[in-house]
């Protein structure tokens, strides 16, 4: 159903108010729409997404979660906030057009661009995907800060800002009467998308000043209501872009749908001051996680003046719903062909076994020893870090996310799927020397013992002693120079990492790498980890890693 279809629900649909999430609260009188008779206010109800990525294995299920909550508010939008391109072997085998079918089925009633959904700009075919994903929809796309002029395929479907938007076009901003008043939406989609994706001709514009200039657009147009759909990241780099910023610096914002940053907010996030400090009208930001896990529900409550007044939403968890009949059906015709794909060859061959040993107490272990398959997971992701930011010169991979040995002989892209089954980006992080001591003394902690954040390390190699207390270990650091030689890493220099984006957050007790995250250290190359192994083994073509003495516990020597 299109926008124009799912606008009619609102006129002849009530608002049902979930729990309430402070520090605003939902007045409990309402009317037959949703509103307060005595406080003459106006309310929204809002289904959100992003960041899906082509996971399309739990989408019979997210069609019911969707079904449930149409069930309940019928008036309920549909938006997502962006990248749902790249991924999976769904987008590698469809580009894009299987997710469309669902998105189309679910009735999504608008969406923005994430950085993802530019990555094929640098292909033969430049951005055909994109064109026939947007072209193909049942439903139109906002996009404010992104100009298409120079892209002959996208200049094509942009049309503008809209009153009366169509399915399959592209807008800068559309505007909306819902229940007798006007609703403005404008979409964002972060200037890094440069840097970290292939858009060729397509231009990002700073957000911030084009944010502003369509706000006042739809003010001029009395719109007092606005909803940004942004793929920016919720406390994602601010040297280019985030929501907290936007919050801050935007006024007239009243809702927030965000994606990018992967952010589970279980309950929405509300902006009451701007980058001054002073006071501002509150404006509600929600995300809803990654990979179709959750899907975010939202409902605020509007004064007559437009300022928002209530607020309550929560994720609802795919995985406990069942699955939808007729999506389940129909993901056949996909999943099918996607289980032939698993067995399709990289082109490259293992020499030997690349075991993935486990043990529960002080045997060798992927979780507390150097391995080669670590080794080579980390030679991948430096290789291709390197291809985005050429300083990059060490790399690290936690041993709790390699999940299983690659036997010896061809390798397919089951296998490096069933290695890294988790689809993590690859990001790159600014530290000192002093801060990969910290994060090797944290990798080592729980030496001899297992510990899923045991750092598989490459571009480096390290010396540390179990018997020492925990946080007192590493007895030594080096760096691998480019003549192959090494040099002793300087606590007081500046290195440049590569990660996955889980332990680049924080994620297995990373707080050195989480801080660095914080202050905007952090760069999501939104390179999903098994590709890049898929790419470097077929690059190897003959894979042979060794145990090298990257990681040596002198205890044991």
Do not use: C
Not at 282 to 301: E, M
Not at 314 to 324: F, H, P, T
Request: proline fraction near 4%; charge should be negative.
């Amino acid at each position: 159903m299109s926008v124009k279809n799912t606008f009619k629900r609102l006129l002849v649909s009530s608002l049902a108010v979930g729990v309430i999430s402070s520090p605003l609260a939902m007045p409990a009188s309402v009317d037959a729409h949703g509103n307060s008779p005595k406080d003459k206010t106006f309310n929204l109800s809002i289904m959100h997404t992003n960041d899906s990525h082509a996971r399309l294995d739990n989408v019979a299920k997210k069609v019911t979660a969707v079904k449930e909550v149409r069930a309940a508010k019928p008036d309920a939008l549909l938006l997502d906030a962006g990248d749902v391109f790249s991924g999976t072997l769904y987008f590698n085998e469809f580009k894009g057009q299987a997710d469309l079918e669902f998105m189309n089925l679910m009735d999504y009633d608008l969406m923005t661009f994430g950085n993802h959904e530019f990555d094929l700009g640098s292909s033969p075919e430049g951005h055909q995907a994109l064109a026939d994903f947007v072209k193909n929809a049942e439903f139109p796309f906002v996009s404010t800060n992104v100009n298409f002029s120079q892209d002959p395929l996208l200049k094509k479907l942009y049309k503008g800002y809209s009153i009366k938007p169509k399915d399959g076009s592209v807008y800068s901003s559309v505007m909306q009467r819902i229940n007798g008043e006007y609703v403005g939406f404008i979409g964002l989609t972060t200037e890094e998308t440069a840097d970290i994706s292939s858009p060729e001709g397509v231009v990002f514009e700073n957000y911030i000043k084009e944010a502003a200039k369509e706000v006042r657009l739809l003010q001029l147009f009395g719109v007092n209501k606005i909803v940004a759909i942004t793929h920016l990241g919720y406390d994602d780099n601010p040297e280019y872009d985030n929501d907290l910023e936007l919050a801050k610096y935007v006024d007239g914002i009243d809702i927030i749908v965000g994606g990018h940053s992967h952010t589970q907010l279980d309950q929405p996030v509300v902006v009451d001051t701007n980058y001054k400090g002073k006071k501002k009208n509150p404006t509600v930001i929600v995300q809803a996680y990654q990979y179709s896990d959750f899907l975010g529900t939202l409902d605020v409550q509007f004064d007559k003046k437009g300022k928002v007044v209530g607020q309550a939403g929560q994720l609802i968890k795919i995985a406990d719903k069942a699955a939808d009949p007729e999506a389940a059906e129909l993901l056949k015709k996909y999943s099918s062909k996607i289980d032939e794909l698993k067995n399709k060859p990289t082109g490259a061959t293992a020499e030997k076994a690349l075991e993935n040993p486990r043990s529960n107490d002080v045997g060798p272990s992927v979780r507390s020893n150097e391995t080669p398959l670590g080794n080579l997971i980390t030679d991948g992701m430096l290789d291709k870090a390197k291809e985005y930011n050429k300083d990059v010169v060490m790399a690290f991979q936690n041993g709790g996310g390699i999940r299983a040995p690659i036997n010896q002989g061809e390798i397919t892209y089951g296998d490096v799927l069933t290695t890294l089954p988790f689809g993590n980006t690859l990001a790159t992080m600014k530290l000192t020397g002093a801060e990969i001591k910290t994060a090797l003394e944290h990798s080592v902690s729980q030496s001899p013992k297992e510990s899923g954040g045991f750092l598989h390390v490459s571009g480096m190699k390290f010396k540390f002693d179990s018997t020492k207390v925990a946080g007192s270990r590493v007895v030594s650091m080096e760096v691998k120079n480019a003549d192959g030689t090494y040099t002793a890493i300087d606590t007081t220099k500046e290195y440049v990492i590569a990660t996955n984006a889980f332990t680049a957050k924080g994620g297995d007790g990373y707080t050195v790498f989480a801080d660095a995250y914080a202050q905007g250290r952090v760069t999501d190359l939104g390179a999903s980890d098994w590709e890049n192994l898929r790419d470097y083994v077929a690059k190897l073509v003959k894979v042979d890693p060794q145990v090298e003495g990257r990681i040596v516990d002198v205890a044991k020597q």
